[in-house]
């Protein structure tokens, strides 16, 4: 379980910054995510290492006779080495001087007790330390007893000075599958989301859905500690009711937690395309709490794909997310039930070519339905295979098809570019998505009645 991290402490490189920085009367200590992951058995991406007895002028000092280095904002006193990919700070004490997250004075106590150094991290998972020199544990707070129990909980009440940890609490908890801590619950409820960057917040989000394995966990903790306030286009879902026979799952808030929880099946580690298909299932029931009524049939919320358009857009960029991914999901949100709809065409490829055409990528709509329809257990992804082969035969699984016909053939007709050619264009396109022509003689000759 731990081998890993001394595995690590042995490496060459590594080890010979252990040895001197320990020659030295200095000592190291891996710390946080890394012995987390050790414990987790979870792949160890970004090792941080801990340095007591020594001044971060120092430390750099001694670090930049045999390596780059840099520093991560000099005034947190971290220092990344290049080479071997590691960052090494000095123990320090934060306190709190304004409202903004970033709004602390940074004092270096590089004679600090580990176990102080300790309680200003977040979570108690965050807070293990492993001694390279003698391969133990030092776990001050009860971290390897929480991660057992599968429990997130803050270190200490130093939690409340940085309100991001809120965020990191959701995506932590969707990313290892764990149950928040009630008293972590009370502390998060009683901090406000307005002095945190949009930048920062989207930061959240992004590992929520790149690395959430139960999604739903981080939903839940931001409905318990009210903070969903801040996103009303997702609190507005709560008691939004379904159809029960539809939706056995309950309200439209409890079909996106379970939606979100398939996600990480459809994942396939292209970031834009999961950023894409994450945000678009977030995003794709939007439009219900403003369609939803109820009468003596049942309960109906027609056209709440349209509907959900205009709120996506609002979520989106009030988060900041980049317009490529907007534009990418925007299209997703009101064409996510097409699927269903195309396959009960007359002509299936006619459908799935102005499907195409609309949405630009096939593929990720695709992985959005398999989210969408999880509660179909007996046609689940039959609708899908069926639209991705045919798609992926017709060459537009991942991109809009090609108009055939181009201007440079109606020139050859002798004619001139004016709003009659671009009208003969878009009707020589609209045709071939309908499956009039497939080829450039085709094309020529539908369009030459036209002329």
Known sequence: MLQDLTDLASGDELEKVLSTLHSIGAKCYFVGGCVRDAILDEPITDIDIEVFNIDSNMLASILARDHVVD???????VIKIHDIAVDISVPRVEEKIGESHRSFSIVEKSDMDITRAASR???TMNAMYFDPLSNQVIDGFGGMKDIEAKILRHTSEKFAEDPLRVFRAMQFAARFDLAVADETVKISSELSCDSISPERILGEWKKFLLLGKTPSRG???LRACGWLKYFPEINNLIGCEQDPIRHPEGDVFEHICVAMDYFPRVRNGDVFGDM???????CHDFGKPASTFRDEIGIHSYHHEEYGVAPAKVFLER???PNQVIEQVLPLVKYHMSIRDVVKTDDLDSGIRILANRIGRLDLLLRLSLCDTFHRTKTHGANEALVQGRAKALGILSCKPRPILLGRHLIGFGLAPDKKFKELLNLAFEAQLKGKFSD?????SFIRDFI
Not at 71 to 77: A, D, I, L, R
Not at 276 to 282: M, R, T, Y
Not at 440 to 444: D, K, L, S, Y
């Open 71 to 77: 520093y991560v904002g000099k005034s947190f006193g």
């Open 121 to 123: 991290r977040d979570f």
């Open 219 to 221: 939903l839940r903790f």
């Open 276 to 282: 894409v298909v994450g945000f678009a299932l977030l």
């Open 319 to 321: 988060m900041r997310v």
């Open 440 to 444: 450039e003689p085709g094309a020529i």
